[in-house]
């Protein structure tokens, strides 16, 4: 079971902000979500390595070449706020 | 050629008719222009106002044919928001590797499609644009993530689109919409400037009318990029389907995926299928999978950890919407968050960053890499004895609009046939098999990873034996 208290340090965590009726359904959502989940935890995995990377390749090289990028004009006009040639943001300590 | 007689042509027939001089690019392009601009199934989120000034050459292998792209492939200067309110406004600098690539072959881009925010859905009800109707009855769900592109090319709304599939977002649309559509070997196709979902699932793939159209996009979406490093040279050309027969050719069944959980109206297309390859040449057995009925579970730890690290990059800072009036910068985060996503897609980031944290990663994100590890080992072992395994692509045919919204399992149980495959990163279609209460069911072959020519070849000849007519959904 996932109670209120796990639900609001998981949203911390996620940054996310959930209003008072988004923690109650999460809560009981979650709890039975993690019911069908949970049955993983019967097989015997003991010693079964965990998969990596689903194709039989190792290590994709290429050679440390510089390219152009996009301009930087195009990467900032998708931004919701620009200030001197950067994103941006309100002051972490407002 | 009358716009009816255009769009009743395959894309294959289509662009034969570009290059012999019987119809242009133009008009190909203008006549399904009209149909998405009029769409009513809201499969489309954009349409432009006109035929693009300069279409590509008739001699490029696409000659100009119009394409439907689901929206969360970027596409230069055009939306592209996955189908979430998160990204309102965005219009990317840059476009998709593989949209690229259909472009390079000669494809024009006709629209963007619909989809579950983030391609998390299988009802393409979790869309910040809305809800899509199945062109087979319109009180039913497309299936999803996919679910515009699925029925615009059911609808005769463009000939073909491009689709992706994490878990079955291909594959179930696909078969709840009567079409073809094919989940590639995991790094066929890169994945640059799709909008990432779970990036050890996400497959680009097409969704066709038929086989050999889904061969003809398939075939020029593949290879090797620089910007994706799991994408992979293609190991071969790929070939258009022609076989009429399927000798020699081992199918297996899985008793876990074929059975118990599936409609009955779904069972009785499927067996029809299975006889008619034994008509055409092949043998026919029952087989084990053990592990897959935990496929669904491993998933669910899978997907929503990778998803909740993919979507950390939505915090209203470089693109998209911001919420306003917040002082600072951690609630200008929460509150953008708070306002941007949907309820699944919140449901999905709290799973994962619940999945992934301190205490619980072992019991949940490591067992899960585990379990994945045996599906995959199901899959290996399988294929020393079975050319392909087949199962039922969806468990039901097209359920109501707002059917299962309730109980997110009950929506999760939709991709119960298709998830063990995505984990084991090996490629498979789904070809229509019929009607069960006047509505399609799919047909799903997988086969070992880069097999498409072989999956595409058998598929073609099953294609031919069961003869569907999906032009009732067109009309």
Redesign the interface.
């Known amino acids: 079971m ?1 109670d209120r208290e ?2 609001l ?3 911390r ?7 008072e009726d ?1 923690v109650q359904s ?1 809560s009981h ?2 709890s ?3 019911g ?6 019967e ?1 015997d ?1 003991e010693g ?8 039989e ?1 190792s290590n ?1 090289l ?1 050679p440390d070449e510089a390219r152009p990028s ?1 301009p930087r004009d ?2 900032l ?5 620009v200030a001197d040639d950067g ?1 941006a ?6 | 050629m009358s716009a009816e007689d255009l769009i009743a042509l395959t894309a294959a027939q289509a662009v034969e008719k570009i290059r012999a001089g019987e119809t242009s690019a133009a008009d190909v392009y203008e006549a399904y222009r009209q149909r998405a601009a009029a769409d009513e199934l809201n499969a489309f989120v954009y349409v432009p106002d006109a035929v693009p000034d300069e279409l590509p050459a008739t001699d490029t292998p696409l000659a100009g044919l119009p394409l439907g792209v689901k929206d969360l492939f970027c596409t230069e200067g055009l939306p592209s928001q996955s189908g979430s309110k998160i990204l309102e406004g965005y219009r990317p600098p840059y476009t998709a590797t593989v949209v690229r690539n259909l472009q390079d072959a000669g494809a024009s881009i006709l629209g963007k499609t619909n989809q579950d925010e983030f391609a998390m859905g299988s009802s393409n009800e979790n869309s910040a644009y809305g809800p899509v109707q199945n062109p087979w009855d319109r009180t039913k769900v497309p299936g999803g993530s996919s679910g515009g592109s699925a029925a615009a090319v059911a609808a005769g709304l463009v000939p073909w689109a491009l689709g992706t599939d994490t878990g079955g977002s291909i594959r179930q649309p696909a078969a709840l919409t009567g079409i073809v559509g094919l989940k590639p070997t995991y790094g066929s196709c890169s994945r640059y400037g799709m909008i990432a979902f779970a990036s050890s699932l996400d497959q680009a793939g097409p969704l066709a009318r038929d086989v050999t159209d889904t061969a003809l996009l398939f075939k020029h979406m593949v290879g090797r990029d620089h910007c994706d490093s799991t994408s992979l040279d293609y190991p071969e050309e790929v070939k258009l389907p022609t076989a009429q027969r399927l000798d020699g050719i081992r199918l297996g069944v899985p008793e876990e995926l074929s059975g118990e959980g599936i409609e009955p109206g779904v069972l009785e297309s499927f067996n029809r299928v299975l006889d008619l390859a034994r008509e055409l040449g092949a043998t026919v057995e029952s087989m084990k999978l053990p592990h897959a009925p935990h496929a669904l579970s491993a998933y669910y730890v899978l997907a929503p950890a990778e998803a909740s690290s993919n979507l950390a990059r939505f915090d209203g800072v470089r693109y998209g919407m911001r919420a306003e009036g917040t002082r600072d910068l951690l609630s200008m985060y929460t509150k953008t968050r708070h306002d941007g996503f949907g309820p699944e897609v919140k449901r999905r980031i709290m799973l994962g960053t619940y999945a992934l944290s301190a205490g619980y990663y072992d019991a949940y994100y490591g067992r899960a890499q585990q379990v994945r590890t045996k599906i995959a080992e199901d899959f290996h072992t399988a294929f020393e004895r079975f050319d392909f395994i087949v199962t039922p692509t969806a468990p039901t045919v097209a359920f109501g609009l707002g059917a299962k919204t309730d109980d997110p399992w009950a929506m999760y149980l939709n991709d119960f046939c298709t998830v063990p495959i995505s984990l084991a990163g090996i490629p498979a279609i789904s070809i229509p098999s019929g009607l069960s209460e006047g509505l399609p069911v799919g047909f799903q072959m997988a086969g070992p990873a880069f097999s498409e020519n072989r999956i595409l070849d058998a598929a073609f000849a099953l294609e031919q034996g069961i003869g569907f007519d999906g032009s009732k959904a067109r009309a």
Not at chain 1, 13 to 19: S, V
Not at chain 1, 36 to 41: M, Y
């Open positions: 996932i796990q639900v340090h998981v949203a965590l996620a940054r996310l902000e959930l209003t988004e999460m959502e979650l039975g979500i993690l069908h989940i949970e049955k993983i935890g097989l995995l079964v390595p965990p998969t990596s990377h689903v194709v390749v994709a290429r996009y195009a990467m006009a998708a931004a919701p706020l994103f943001v309100p002051s972490p300590q407002a």
